[in-house]
């Protein structure tokens, strides 16, 4: 077995768990108004949930765990006619916020209201696997970046709140990770992090997936039923290689591990320190766990997302944690060297941008399905708490399908 590109046990594993995470889920529709090739959620139009459904999914969030934010996902967002009160019912509990959407419905008016009802931060779900407007469909990562940096504007426009890239990567797209990386370096002033998540599918060739002791058929039933012929082992070493292209400085900090192998890097996180077109390198585990411990300490849940006004403080943590955190401190020194050289850049900030990779299901030889341990994204499904990924097997099934290799079923028969 190769060597990992960055041993886990190098970075500082993260400490959230089941009942004290940095995100809630809320899928409040499963309707949407594109078709993306990698995702796990079946398109419903009729599947609004009421503002008294939704409310009951915020009490089981409540009850059961502390978190620091809500992500409203979907689905899309944007489709159900009440997303400003719901983003209002959110801001009303205390938690943060956090509208994830592919943009295609997103005005700057709507922007404006979902402002003002107290959203903090968008993510914005792009890729070249999604069928949009004509203008759009068939354009590569690259030819996206125009997509990517309207929505950018238009945040940044309205003003005060974070704003995100996701993107799934396949093995197709894998080699427009370092164009993403050099174009979110450019733009740091507007781009806050960029998300890369990596393509996962069922695996229908090698495995039966039983639902206790009858045979599913995935293909048919699931959303993400097959794969396609695509690859589905890409895993974050890999995309950190390509991210790695275009920033050599970049490392990550922070990861959760699997359910089923404490060695896999399943959400990777790492913070650049930039300035428009510069890196200066990466925060280290250090500064990591003092962030994530001393939020909690302060304010009781685990920080999830920081406004733009804290990402520009780079210099001022530089200064301050150096001492103690080696990753800040190589920045320090870079910056420090830079702006002696171009002294005109001590003007203009320097900016924290985190990238984050999730590395979804992994399956095993024997079966094994190994999760993402402390899953932050915990949804909602007859009023307990499930994992967002795999929603559709508990509302077909009302369980998680188990994998069985094929010859172990054929050998059983």
Known sequence: MAAPVVNHLELYRLPWSLSDNIINWLEPTKKCNIYCEGCYSQNNPTSHKTLEQVQNDLNVFMRNRKSHSVSIAGGDPLTHPQVVEIVKMVAKTGMQPIVNTNGHAMTEEMMRDLKAAGVV??????????????????????????????????????????????????????????????????????????????????????????????????EKELVYGEHKGRKITIGADDIIEQIRIADPLYSPAAYLNGTEDPTAKKWTFGVRLVQPGKSFGAVGPKFMEFAQVAYHFFFGTYMAYTSPFGLARGRVWMALAWLWDKGMRAALGRNLLYTLLRPWTLLSPIRMQGIMIIQPVDTFEDGRQSMCDACPDMTVWDNRLVMSCRLEEQMSYGRYLQAVPKKEVASAR
Not at 156 to 173: L, Q, R, W
Not at 176 to 187: I, M, Q
Request: charged share 20%; net charge positive; aromatic share 12%.
């Open 121 to 218: 931060g968008f993510t914005f779900h792009v890729d070249s696997l999604q069928q949009r407007a004509p203008e759009w469909n068939g354009k590569n990562e690259i030819e996206l970046l125009e997509l990517r940096l309207k929505y950018a504007k238009m945040v940044a426009k309205v003003g005060g709140m974070a704003c995100s890239f996701n993107a799934t990567i396949y093995d197709e797209t894998l080699k427009y990770v370092p164009d993403l990386v050099r174009w979110a370096t450019k733009n740091a002033k507007i781009v806050h992090s960029m998300v890369f998540i990596a393509f996962r599918a069922a695996i229908p060739d090698k495995y039966v997936y039983m639902n206790g002791s009858n045979e599913i058929p995935t």
